[in-house]
């Protein structure tokens, strides 16, 4: 999975039609930041804005494509649970406890993943009034059997265990987006605040609000993708461009 950055400085200097800004294609890391120099010497850090479950989840599909559908699957999984992540905090924040209590709870659940699980089905059934949508029991079996016993899932199981997931995080997406703003503009100000520590002095900081298919970019206006086939034929073009840019 690759992410394009575009130098700021080349841009503004001169912001004319005809000005062909210089682009790099980057591999996406862990850190959300992303260290550039252009032919004219302008250093850049390009810090993204995006959350972890956004990237794993088009991990997972760009997986998907390439035909690894182990890997998609548990990437699909992997997102899901980062999700459950930021819902604690985007819940934890519109009930208005201080960041510093977030961190110390989020401490004591972070290395185990049935709690966060349980910690998510609370603050759901607070928030809403009702239960959480969860994985079906074949679809946690299927996870089960392929991150611990080593099975090899076909495309169909793949497609379908990635289509669970997108269909249990495209109505909270949508939810958050319209009902819980306020709280995501600040999680997403934290978020970034942490990776502009990590920022190499050298280099001029840019904030980037990367397009991922689930962008919670507030004020982006982009919705998520409500169906996988769209979603992966999105993707495919996306790096069929990618590979052109790269070999050229």
């Known amino acids: 999975m690759r992410i394009e950055v575009g130098c700021f400085k080349c841009f503004f200097d001169d912001p004319s039609p005809h000005n062909i800004v210089p682009q790099s294609i980057l591999e996406i890391n862990d850190e959300d930041v992303y260290y550039t120099i252009c032919d004219l010497g302008h250093k850049q850090a390009t810090v993204v804005q995006g959350f972890r479950f956004e990237f794993l989840f088009e991990l997972g599909c760009y997986a998907y494509i390439d035909g690894?559908?182990?890997?998609?699957?548990?990437?699909?999984?992997a997102a899901l649970e980062r999700f459950y992540e930021f819902y604690i905090r985007v819940h934890a924040i519109h009930k208005g406890i201080n960041e510093k209590e977030i961190e110390k709870f989020w401490k004591v659940v972070c290395n185990q993943s049935e709690r966060q699980f349980g910690a998510y089905l609370i603050c759901y059934l607070s928030d809403r009034a009702c239960s959480a949508p969860v994985l079906s029991d074949a679809?946690?079996?299927?996870?089960?059997?392929?991150?611990?016993?080593?099975?090899?899932?076909?495309?169909?199981?793949?497609?379908?265990?990635?289509?669970?997931?997108?269909?249990?995080?495209?109505?909270?997406?949508?939810?958050?987006?319209?009902?819980?703003?306020?709280?995501?503009?600040?999680?997403?100000?934290?978020?970034?605040?942490?990776?502009?520590?990590?920022?190499?002095?050298?280099?001029?900081?840019?904030?980037?609000?990367?397009?991922?298919?689930?962008?919670?970019?507030?004020?982006?206006?982009?919705?998520?993708?409500?169906?996988?086939?769209?979603?992966?034929?999105?993707?495919?073009?996306?790096?069929?461009?990618?590979n052109l840019a790269k070999s050229g």
């Open 68 to 77: 690894y559908y182990r890997e998609a699957i548990t990437c699909f999984h």
């Open 139 to 242: 679809s946690v079996k299927l996870r089960n059997a392929v991150v611990h016993k080593g099975k090899i899932p076909t495309k169909l199981q793949a497609m379908k265990f990635g289509e669970q997931v997108l269909e249990i995080l495209s109505p909270q997406i949508d939810f958050i987006k319209r009902e819980r703003k306020s709280s995501l503009g600040k999680l997403t100000m934290l978020s970034q605040i942490e990776k502009h520590k990590k920022v190499d002095t050298e280099y001029t900081p840019v904030f980037l609000a990367n397009s991922t298919a689930m962008c919670m970019a507030v004020d982006a206006g982009s919705e998520p993708f409500k169906n996988l086939n769209a979603l992966i034929e999105h993707l495919t073009k996306r790096a069929k461009r990618f």
